[in-house]
């Protein structure tokens, strides 16, 4: 198993900043790809962003290109989510993601990842 632990969430300002991290642990060979998954109250779970452990190969979902940035540590099992230029619309429960190994591609479908941690508050005030 995986287990996948979020933190760095909080208050903060419209146009500020915040840097989430998640810790992975367990069998971590048994993930291929990470990613960052937000839900807002009443809405869908968004897809973030996602990076391969192995190279780093990212993706963004449109809504934050250009303003986040994921990357990751190998040495400590550990993704980050710098967030930039906050806006109060990306307020949201954000969520760190495992997909298997068995999938050697990176995917925005939530139900596509295996292994999920229990969420980080991020509120942007405006």
């Known amino acids: 198993q995986v287990q996948l632990l979020e933190s760095g969430g909080g208050l903060v300002q419209a146009g500020g900043s915040l840097r989430l991290s998640c810790a992975a642990s367990?069998?971590?060979?048994?993930?291929?790809?990470m990613a960052w998954f937000r839900q807002a109250p009443g809405k869908d779970r968004e897809f973030v962003a996602a990076i391969i452990w192995d190279g780093g190969s990212t993706n963004y979902g449109d809504a934050v290109q250009g303003r986040f940035t994921i990357s990751r540590d190998n040495t400590k099992n550990t993704v980050f989510l710098q967030m930039n230029s906050l806006k109060p619309e990306d307020t949201a429960v954000y969520y760190c993601?495992?997909?298997?190994?068995?999938?050697?591609?990176?995917?925005?479908?939530?139900?596509?990842?295996?292994?999920w941690g229990q969420g980080t508050q991020v509120t942007v005030s405006s």
């Open positions: 993601a495992g997909r298997s190994s068995l999938y050697r591609t990176i995917s925005r479908v939530p139900e596509n990842y295996d292994y």
């Open positions: 367990g069998r971590t060979d048994r993930t291929y790809s």
